[in-house]
């Protein structure tokens, strides 16, 4: 059974966290948005009251769905992502460990793009070592 929470639902329900915003930020009313971005990337404390760090990969699954795009690592992107009282919007970065939610982000086009990127190996990762 695939449980998934309506769109407008999952907009409604992001809350973006922005515990450390520089000063320049401050004195703007969507400083989410602005950090956003300027980083690429921005903090979530939670996915309304069903997700945040802790919350178990089924529990993730249940309340979301299934991801997007789910990363070599076992990072699971959500597209389509927008957060409350604010113009940020993008894709829902989550990262596991242990089987749980380990951190939350929202992450902009080209941030994601750089995670989808395999990373280069050098030119002696194959080599043994004696």
Known sequence: MKNLLPSSLRTAALVIAISMAPAAFAQNADNAAQLLAATGSVRVSNVGPYVSVGTYRVQV??????????LADGTWLFENFNADASAAAGTLVVNFAGGRVSSLSLATRATVLALRTPQAQPAYAGVAKR
């Open 61 to 70: 699954s249940a309340k979301l769905g299934h991801p997007t795009t789910t």
